[in-house]
């Protein structure tokens, strides 16, 4: 028997499309205006000629060093998260599988905290450590943050992973750690690539301890750079929308690289 198509949900998936596309259409046309063109145009028209000097106003604004900033706290925070990670799920799912329950809960109540509850205690740490005012200060909250999630992610996939093949190294006389790089690692790719692309997207989009934990100029990542050119150019629209295409870029990238194991590792151990 032949399925219906739905056309009532095919209409509203379309609708909630154009909603979705709509902010991100006026952002992008937005750019490509001169400030005269902004104020006397419809601002859902694009207009010619295409302002590029938007563009250059910003590089020229120091915005190289807010981007190698944010590059280097999100690389600084996402490979030794990641890693930290898929070692801790290792030792869960494979050390001591009857304690996957109450330690999931655990992380699980680590996930309720909500980070601006901790900012004051997080303060003084970073100050007690003499790391203020420095980029590392913004890649261990990331790290401490984002471990719960990314565990319970990386250890429902590895509990995927059929005995039968860790026994087959066994039987090779391969030790743990052959069989946690050699065998788990390849294994939970797709949920690896899924944490990576999610703690780059928060530690990209940070906002409040780069806000909190630093304060010189050159320290400053991309989201506080925005806020401040907000403020710079609170007049001209088309710069500051310039700023958000250009900060946008790197990590639509990244997304589009690892999209297709998003929903692969989300899902992973589901059925379990």
């Known amino acids: 028997m032949k399925a219906s198509k739905n056309w009532l949900g095919g209409a509203f998936g379309w609708i909630w499309l154009l909603i979705v596309l709509l902010p991100i259409y006026f952002v992008a046309i937005t750019s490509l205006k001169s400030i005269s063109t902004y104020f006397g145009s419809n601002p859902v028209l694009p207009s010619l000629p295409l302002a590029i000097e938007n563009f250059t106003a910003v590089l020229e604004a120091d915005f190289g060093m807010y981007l ?29 599988p009857r304690l996957f329950g109450p330690v999931r809960s655990l992380f699980l109540l680590g996930l309720a905290i909500p980070v601006q509850a901790t900012i004051v ?23 401490a943050f984002g471990l719960p999630l990314s ?10 992973v059929p005995k039968e093949l860790f026994e087959a190294m066994d039987i090779d006389g391969c030790t743990e750690w052959q069989k946690m790089w050699r065998l788990a690692m390849p294994m939970t790719q797709p949920a690896m690539v899924t944490v990576a692309v999610y703690q780059a997207l928060m530690s990209w989009n940070g906002f409040l301890f780069p806000l909190i934990l630093t304060q010189s100029p050159d320290r400053r990542t991309l989201p506080l750079a925005l806020w401040s050119f907000q403020g710079e150019y609170a007049t001209n629209v088309p710069v500051v929308m310039a700023a958000v295409v250009l900060s946008s870029i790197p990590i639509v990238v990244l997304y589009a690289f690892g999209r297709r194991y998003l929903v692969s590792g989300m899902t992973a151990g589901a059925g379990k």
């Open 121 to 143: 205690p997080v303060y003084l740490l970073i100050i007690r450590m003499h790391m203020y005012d420095s980029l590392v200060a913004l890649m261990l909250p990331g790290i």
């Open 151 to 160: 565990i319970l992610i990386i250890a429902n996939s590895l509990r995927d």
């Open 68 to 96: 190698v900033n944010s590059v280097l706290v999100s690389l600084g925070t996402v490979v030794p998260l990641v890693l930290m990670a898929f070692m801790a799920s290792y030792a869960i799912v494979r050390g001591a």
